[in-house]
């Protein structure tokens, strides 16, 4: 991307115009108003339901994810899933800092778990068309991305590998290893932004756990984010309760708790 379209395409976002907002209507400091957007985003945006589309949104139909192998597509059934085929001014940050190639793997990763965690499972071809490329780039995407160690679940594949860790879930154990903001932003391509929203959820499922909460789905619910997601956190913290970055996992969980009210029921996450 060129060094003007970047900022071009950013002040066209909805993000912009809610920062646009509070600098020139409130007259907050930069700074300010992009931590109250970072704090929107986390509580307001997971509130939504599954049938809400927003901006950067679609409602597509997958096949669902219980279809085995080897039925003919018309044959199987089908869900309504709602995907995020633009992530806004988070994905205009990574393509200008990571390339067309960089924000594409890192949109295919999110459709793909959107689906999931909605009951649906997305094709080559759905990828294709969702992200504007040719299925030849896809599969070269997904081989990628699979070499790398990410959990990519499309049709064909979903049943066979089972049930692997998600991009956020991954992010967090980087985070859990004490990697900086700088180097996981190097390997993943996410913005640090994203990276900071993944790292406060997971200390929330954990200061959730620490007041009694043990049911992924309840945590899930409260939280606002899906069951597997809960799951696979739940599973960071029982894993690093009792390794070498035990203290990590307690500086997470401190820097969360006071953000919680006494009955833990806020909701909101990523």
Known sequence: MGGSAGPRLAAKTIEHQFLYALEQDFELAPALSRALLATAQQVLLPSCSATDVREGQMRITAVSRREPAGKPLAAMKKVAVVVTVDGGLEDLEIQVRCGLQGVRRVRLLRLCEEAVDQGGVLTQEDLSRL?????????????????????????????????????????????????????????????????????????????????????????????????????????L??????????????????QVRTSLPANGEEKGGS
Do not use: C, N
């Not at 200061?207 to 997601?229: D, F, H, M, N, T």
């Open 237 to 254: 913290r029982e894993q690093y309760a009792e390794s070498p970055f035990r203290d990590r996992l307690a500086e997470i969980a401190r």
């Open 131 to 235: 992200l504007q490329t040719g299925v030849r780039t896809i599969r070269r995407d997904i081989a990628a991305l699979r070499a790398a160690d990410y959990w990519v679940p499309t049709r064909g594949t979903v049943q066979e590998m089972g049930r692997g860790q998600s991009h956020k879930a991954k992010i967090v154990e980087f985070y859990l290893r004490r990697m900086t903001y700088s180097a996981i932003m190097r390997q993943t391509r996410h913005s640090a932004g994203a990276i900071k929203r993944y790292v406060e959820t997971f200390g929330r499922v954990v200061v959730l756990w620490e007041k009694g909460l043990r049911e992924a789905g309840e945590i899930a619910y409260v939280v606002g984010i899906s069951e597997r997601l809960a799951g696979e956190y739940l599973r």
